[in-house]
Every structure is written in C-alpha cells, then in structure tokens.
C-alpha cells in the first residue's frame, strides 16, 4: 500500500517563492508528481517525474517558475515554487502512480493513484 505525505504550503505575496515535499512510502518506482485545484475550477496538473524515463513535465502555466526536483532514495519529490502568482492560488495535492505521470498531469483517480490530502497554497497580489 503506497501512502502519501505532504508538507509545505501556505501564504505567499505574489513574487515570492513557496516549497512543497511529499514522499510516497511503498512506490519503488513510476511517477511522482503534483496537481491542484483552485475555487471553482478543475483539477489541473502541475508537474511529474516520470523516474524510469528521467522526464519531468510541467504544464505551460508554471514553465519557467517552478522545478520539481526528486529524491529517488527517499521516493520523495519537492516542488519548488518560485515567482508565485494569485492565479497559483488552490489546494495542491502530491500523487503518484506505479506507471505513467498522465493520470497525474490529466488528474484521473483510478485503483493505481494515490493521492495526497492536498495542502493550501495561497498567493496574495
């Protein structure tokens, strides 16, 4: 059984940088990554490792800003939050998932995701 544990988060002013970690007990390999959801929007994807492939994908609208970076020994991944927006304002969840960074970059829960509990991110202008 994987288990997900976050930590990190909180207020930042816009500019400022903020951090996320998350370690997936259990997961010896696949995907590590996180996606969020701002107040009435969907669930939109951030950034994965795929670890066999040595790829990190990020979605266009934190190019550039934040970097995932990963401890393969600790299977823990830290999102490095850098140049934060009030649109990057949502709830952040950490997931991963045995095969593939799709089900983490196009957030889809099936019997093989593990998601964390999310944690708030919250960027004021």
């Known amino acids: 059984q994987v288990k997900i544990v976050e930590s990190g988060g909180g207020l930042a002013q816009a500019g400022e940088s903020l951090t996320l970690s998350c370690t997936a007990s259990?997961?010896?390999?696949?995907?590590m990554g996180w996606f969020r959801r701002a107040p009435r929007k969907e669930y939109e994807g951030v950034a994965c490792?795929?670890?066999?492939?040595?790829?990190?994908t990020y979605d266009d609208s934190v190019k550039g800003r934040f970097t995932l970076s990963r401890n393969g020994s600790l299977n823990t991944v830290t999102l490095h939050m850098n140049k934060l927006e009030p649109d990057d304002t949502a709830v952040y969840y950490c997931?991963?998932?045995?095969?593939?960074?799709?089900?983490?970059?196009?957030?889809?829960?099936?019997?093989?995701?593990?998601w964390g509990q999310g944690t708030q991110v919250t960027v004021s202008s």
């Open positions: 997931a991963a998932n045995p095969h593939t960074c799709g089900v983490i970059l196009r957030p889809t829960k099936r019997s093989d995701s593990y």
């Open positions: 490792s795929q670890w066999s492939r040595g790829e990190t």
């Open positions: 259990g997961l010896n390999d696949g995907a």
